[in-house]
């Protein structure tokens, strides 16, 4: 499973375009003549599901190979944060992610800066979070709380299920006594032996 | 008389309402009358005890309370020198000459060697003259500062006592010492003051029928102390007593119920049996190799486990309970049985594949230890089938099984007693033989003189002289006699015939399962049927409805369990109890502490007010392990009513007979 992007898009409430504010891709999966072509079409899509959800919305949209997560924050500050992913991805750590990003995002970038900022210019504000953010959530479970917290569970069972082999491993092979009471429930016999039963006529004394 | 014990009821212990009859009090009793005797002797000091304690001791309390009780190192009462590091010695002993022998040599060897010690002698359970005697004779009475250590009742199981008197049918019958029958009274008349007076002493036996009016002499004497020690007692209903030498057919039988067997072949002393260490090792981590090689039963493996060194084992349901289902059953089933709880517990150890989740886990690793203790008990049990199981097997053991059913039926004596010779001729075990022998004179009564005088002299040939004093003794006490019998024989004559149709004593194959005859496989204990005529009529009064084919639409269904119903006396049966030696006797005590013999107009049904009743069976001369198991089945077989059985030791035919090879 893999994170290819993650962008921050003002998106105006007016319903003019939205505007990429920064991003953060990984497109070390791509040959090198294609990096291009999918850098834009990242891009591309990212401001396309953004645009197409109205704030305080979230939505999963499947392009091909493509599936973006989409968090229109709305809010004063207008913003909306994409996360494209391949389609193993989970669905709920990548939410968590957005809402997280676009807190610290909020928190660190004033808003003047780009709400309202005519002379911005597409992906420029810094926001270097982003980039480490991207790169640790390639694998969700490390990252992500509840799915660590999941792992580490279907891992201790697993631990749990060796300990319990080798405990038993090590106490008397259950089977072998099974094996010795059969042996000796079929070699049982009763204890009568008298040769005389008791209605029998004659008593030779 | 001096005691060092305190008085029993300014510290009656707490009993526990909800069982009926709690003998945990008991092994509380005697643990604290050791420790007020260890305490009367002030600072560290060595104990030196009898043997013969050292089993009973070790039911009632652990090396570690002696300990802390200043008990700095321990020896056994032997013959040789005392090395004592303490001043204070304690001797811990049965009023026997041997013992004070022996101690008057350690006084003298110690005075001899200047060395200086406080003596204290403790005598189990209470002094006696003739050791005293001895010690002043010796000259040493004066050294050593005479005291008694007051031990009863030991409980063996919840619902099984003993005095652990291991000669107690000799010492009566054989020397006409009657001490085992006042320590007897003595025993009972603590539980009395325990649990209440019995309303009811019922038994049969010249011996019982003495101790019973010992036991009512004591108990109007005893002084009136605190309040409820002359009430009649709510949880027990009455006491059954009987005289061994009612009943000497049983003990001469081979057992057949897995512990009698136990017993029989491997020998079990206060409830403890030694064992091949391996069998009670817990596993390790090597145990893989050595378990595939115990799987082999092949003749190697078995020697291999007899040569192995052995290890004494407390078999007791108390702390086992996979023993608890199959000590009373009949040896032939018990392997099934096993196979049935190996399976049981296979599954349950499959039962962890279904645990998914988390919870389920810990369930099963909650599980995880009482299962790892049941496969320890199992492989305990396995193995010692294992080593049962072949000698059960054996021609011996089958020929003897087989003569002894012979004789009860009355088949064809003749042919028994020469089978008899035969095995002798085969140099077969001496108590084997003399076991037979016994049953064999009993059951015809009387052997040909011509038939006797030659198996003596093949038996001493056989086994040497020095068993002429027991065989002497075993005339003495008419196990063995000839026809025609002396008048003395006669008035001890059992007549089985007519009791076997009284009584039913003997049962059909198909019957057996159904009645306490399933211990001896056809034979039903006649001391437990004199039982069955009190307490359980309808057994005997009603042929129980045969187990198999005939059964019809019902097979293997248990009856609904009988109430029992109340005690009142031999109703029914007098003329069949009276038809037999030994006296018969049915007395109702009064919470004044006076007693009637229940007559006609007497008949006060006591109606106790728990709903579930015990009733207390006293064997005086010592019960075998199958007695037991009969009385624990037919508490089995009713609601209401449950046996607390008391003995003056566990016997086996093998000790009882050996035992009288000497007299005093």
């Given at each position: 499973m893999k994170v290819y992007s993650i962008a921050i898009l003002l998106v105006?409430?007016?319903?003019t375009q939205s505007t990429l504010l920064t991003s953060a891709t990984d497109l070390?999966?791509?040959s090198f003549y294609q990096k291009g072509t999918v850098g834009e079409f990242l891009t591309f899509f990212s401001r396309t599901v953004a645009e197409r959800t109205a704030p305080g919305q979230r939505q999963t949209v499947q392009e091909n190979a493509y599936t973006a997560h989409v968090y229109n924050?709305?809010?004063?500050?207008?913003l909306a944060g994409v996360i494209i992913t391949d389609a193993?991805?989970?669905?709920r750590p990548a939410f968590s992610l957005l809402a997280k990003v676009l807190e610290e995002f909020t928190a660190a970038v004033p808003q003047a800066s780009y709400n309202p900022n005519p002379g911005l210019t597409p992906n420029s504000i810094a926001f270097a979070p982003l980039q480490q953010y991207i790169v640790k959530y390639q694998d969700p479970r490390q990252a992500d709380t509840i799915m660590r917290v999941q792992q580490e569970l279907d891992e201790t069972k697993i631990i749990l299920h060796k300990t319990i082999e080798g405990v038993l491993q090590r106490g008397e092979k259950l089977d072998n006594l099974v094996e010795r009471s059969n042996n000796l429930s079929q070699q049982s016999k009763m204890f009568y032996k008298t040769a005389k039963k008791q209605n029998s006529c004659c008593v030779i004394a | 008389m001096p005691s060092t014990a305190p008085s029993i009821d300014s510290s009656k212990p707490e009993i526990d309402?909800?069982?009926?009859?709690?003998?945990g009090v008991l092994k509380e009793l005697a643990k604290r009358y050791l420790v007020d005797a260890l305490n009367s002797v002030n600072g560290p000091k060595t104990l030196v005890l009898d043997p013969s304690l050292a089993g009973p001791l070790g039911l009632v309390t652990e090396v570690a309370l002696l300990k802390q009780h200043g008990v700095d190192k321990m020896f056994w009462l032997e013959p040789g020198p005392l090395q004592a590091t303490t001043t204070n010695i304690i001797y811990l002993c049965r009023p026997q000459v041997q013992w004070a022998k022996l101690i008057a040599e350690h006084v003298k060897q110690h005075t001899k060697e200047s060395q200086n010690h406080v003596y204290t002698l403790l005598v189990v359970p209470r002094e006696s003259s003739v050791v005293k005697r001895i010690l002043e004779d010796e000259g040493v009475l004066g050294d050593i500062h005479i005291s008694e250590y007051n031990l009863q009742f030991i409980p063996l199981e919840d619902d099984l006592i003993s005095l652990?008197?291991?000669?107690a049918f000799k010492e009566i019958?054989?020397?006409?010492?009657?001490t085992a029958v006042y320590n007897s009274a003595q025993a009972l008349l603590t539980l009395q003051k325990i649990?209440?007076?019995?309303?009811r002493i019922i038994g049969k036996g010249d011996h019982a029928a003495k101790l019973k009016n010992l036991l009512k002499r004591l108990q109007s004497q005893s002084?009136?102390?605190?309040?409820?020690?002359h009430t009649l007692s709510e949880k027990i209903d009455s006491l059954f007593i009987i005289d061994r030498r009612v009943d000497m057919v049983t003990p001469l039988l081979t057992q057949l119920t897995y512990q009698g067997l136990v017993d029989e072949l491997m020998g079990m002393t206060s409830g403890h049996v030694e064992l091949p260490a391996s069998l009670l090792a817990a596993p390790t981590a090597q145990q893989t190799p050595s378990a595939s090689a115990a799987a082999s039963t092949s003749a190697a493996g078995r020697t291999a486990l007899t040569k192995e060194k052995k290890k004494k084992h407390h078999l007791t349901a108390a702390n086992d309970t996979l023993f608890r289902d199959l000590r009373?059953?009949?040896?032939?089933v018990v392997g099934a049985n096993l196979s049935r709880h190996a399976h049981r517990l296979d599954s349950e150890y499959q039962s962890r594949h279904q645990a998914k989740t988390v919870p389920q886990l810990k369930e099963f690793v909650g599980k995880l230890g009482g299962l790892q203790t049941e496969t320890q008990s199992l492989k305990l049990h396995t193995g010692l089938c294992e080593i049962v199981d072949p000698q059960t097997k054996t021609e011996v053991f089958n020929k003897s099984l087989e003569i002894q059913q012979n004789l009860l039926a009355l088949y064809d004596v003749n042919a028994q007693i020469s089978a008899i010779e035969d095995l002798v001729a085969q140099g077969v075990d001496v108590a084997v033989v003399l076991r037979l022998l016994c049953l064999a004179s009993i059951v015809a009564p009387g052997i040909k003189p011509k038939v006797f005088e030659n198996l003596s002299r093949e038996i001493l040939q056989t086994y040497g002289y020095h068993y002429l004093p027991l065989l002497l003794n075993l005339s003495t006490l008419h196990l063995l006699t000839t026809q025609p019998l002396s008048p003395a024989a006669q008035s001890l004559k059992l007549p089985l015939s007519a009791l076997k149709k009284s009584l039913r004593l003997l049962t059909e194959e198909n019957e057996t399962d159904n009645d306490i005859s399933y211990v001896y496989s056809g034979y039903a204990p006649l001391s437990v049927r004199l039982v069955q005529c009190v307490a359980q009529k309808g057994a005997l009064l009603a042929a129980p409805a045969p187990v198999g084919?005939?059964?019809?639409?019902?097979?293997?269904a248990k009856a609904p369990k009988t109430r029992s119903h109340p005690i009142v006396g031999w109703k029914g049966f007098e003329d069949v109890v009276a038809s037999f030696p030994g006296e018969v006797f049915d007395v109702v005590q009064a919470p004044d502490g006076g007693a009637t013999d229940s007559s006609a107009n007497a008949v006060?049904?006591?109606?106790?007010?728990?709903d579930t009743t015990t009733t207390v069976v006293f064997f005086l001369g010592g019960c075998t392990y199958t007695e037991v198991a009969a009385l624990r089945w037919m508490a089995s077989q009713m609601r209401g009513r449950r046996f607390l059985i008391a003995t003056t030791g566990i016997i086996k035919g093998s000790s009882l007979i050996e035992d009288l090879a000497t007299s005093l």
């Open positions: 105006p409430s007016t319903g070390s999966s791509f924050r709305g809010g004063s500050e207008q193993e991805y989970p669905v | 309402p909800s069982q009926v009859v709690d003998v652990e008197y291991d000669h019958w054989l020397d006409g010492d009657e649990y209440g007076l019995f309303p002084p009136r102390q605190a309040p409820g020690s009373d059953l009949n040896f032939s084919e005939e059964a019809g639409a019902v097979p293997k006060s049904v006591l109606l106790p007010r728990e």
